[in-house]
């Protein structure tokens, strides 16, 4: 009586966990495969480089403001300097 209980109760929990170890371990295969593929990482960098480029043309498009810490002292004209031997 033993032997049908434990058919009928663990065979299933054991039929439905081993595709889930396989699937498991298959994720792991196709993970490490695109981890390790140098022509992926390539593309992706030149992905990344292709955004960034379109970023800085897009910021082209838009308004730019700047600051400026020069200023101008309006006096009046040019300063001149006398010779030190003529009066003044």
Do not use: C
């Not at 498991?24 to 992706?44: C, F, V």
Request: charged share 15%.
């Amino acid at each position: 009586m033993t032997k049908p209980l434990f058919l009928l109760f663990f065979l299933p929990a054991f039929l439905v966990s081993a595709p889930v170890s396989a699937q498991n371990i298959l994720n792991n295969y196709i993970r490490t495969g695109l981890d390790s593929n140098l022509a992926l990482h390539q593309k992706n960098i030149d992905w990344e480089k292709a955004i960034l480029s379109l970023r800085r043309s897009e910021s082209l498009f838009y308004p730019q403001v700047a600051f400026s810490s020069q200023y101008t002292l309006a006096d009046g004209g040019r300063p001149t300097l006398a010779p030190a031997w003529t009066a003044a």
